[in-house]
């Protein structure tokens, strides 16, 4: 009976162990299954945001569908007024050397300095060309002939007054008009000028009504006193009023020169004719076309002469 008592004891002890083991099991850590999957999200997240935080993967760019600029034109070339001189006169001498190859044209404007002469500067400028200008001394912009002068430009003597009925009066009257013109060039220019034109040209008929045969004196007397002068054989034909449109002014001038060897194109610097400086690229152009060479007139130029029909 004793031993019931004892085996109890023992019973309830073991129980009270089982107790106690199983509580210090639960205090252990142990990892659940929603344990598990929260801490493998976490993984999860900060791979990424790694991801997000990493530098982007360089991309080729697409060209771009825009079209290119177009190619402007090449500027005219920058020549001095010497390289010109130079250059004209070795052209004239292949010419007089029977080189058929060789090809001068000389642009020419009388009447000027005008309302238009700083756009014709401006145009002669930009296509890299020299010209020669024959002034009217009592033009209201005379004071232009400087700026002429200034950009290598060549000067001649026109008129003072282009009243054919004054200039033309008789021989002295002709060399005190070149003496009036020579004054308001020279004077402005810081030089004498020694090439003139002929108001209407050598073969002017215009002249025999105020004085007979004065033409044919003057081409004796008018060197004499040391000046060369020139006329032309082609022109633009913009003395004509209304002045012509400028599509016709430069189709004169082209025809005009026909593929002479040598060229004097007559042009007016005036401020109604506004259709010259319109025409003047498509002329410089259409001559460049026709392989010319640019010069400027000088004394020492060979010159273009008309018959004096007076």
Excluded at 137 to 142: E, H, L, P, Q, Y
Excluded at 166 to 174: G, H, I, K, T, V
Aim: charged residues 20%.
């Amino acid at each position: 009976m004793k031993a019931q008592p004892i085996l109890r004891l023992l019973g309830c002890m073991l129980l009270a162990c089982a107790a106690i083991c199983g509580v210090l099991a639960g205090c252990a850590p142990s990892t659940s299954e929603g344990e598990r999957a929260r801490v493998k999200s976490d993984v999860e997240a900060m791979a990424d945001l790694e991801e997000t935080v990493r530098e982007p993967e360089a991309t080729e760019v697409p060209p771009s569908s825009e079209p290119e600029p177009e190619t402007q034109p090449a500027p005219a070339p920058i020549t001095s007024p010497e390289a010109v001189l130079a250059e004209g006169a070795a052209v004239e001498e292949r010419i007089a050397n029977g080189d058929a190859s060789a090809k001068i044209c000389y642009l020419t404007f009388d009447d000027g300095p005008s309302d238009n002469t700083l756009d014709i500067l401006g145009t002669l400028r930009n296509k890299g060309v020299y010209a020669t200008f024959f002034i009217k001394g009592n033009s209201d912009r005379i004071d232009l002939v400087k700026d002429i002068s200034d950009a290598g430009h060549g000067i001649g003597l026109h008129t003072f007054t282009h009243d054919y009925a004054q200039l033309y009066a008789n021989d002295n009257a002709y060399f005190a008009d070149l003496a009036a013109v020579q004054d308001a060039v020279s004077s402005r220019i810081g030089r004498t000028v020694d090439i003139v034109r002929f108001p209407g040209g050598t073969s002017n008929t215009v002249s025999a009504n105020y004085s007979k045969g004065i033409m044919s004196r003057l081409v004796q007397s008018v060197p004499a006193q040391g000046y060369q002068f020139f006329d032309w054989n082609a022109s633009g034909g913009d003395s004509a009023t209304p002045p012509p449109p400028a599509a016709d002014i430069a189709a004169n001038a082209l025809g005009g020169a026909g593929g002479m060897q040598r060229v004097c194109v007559l042009m007016h610097d005036t401020t109604v004719k506004r259709t010259t400086v319109e025409a003047l690229p498509a002329i410089i152009d259409g001559l460049r076309e026709q392989g010319y060479t640019f010069g400027i007139l000088t004394h020492d130029t060979p010159p273009f002469h008309h018959g004096a029909n007076n």
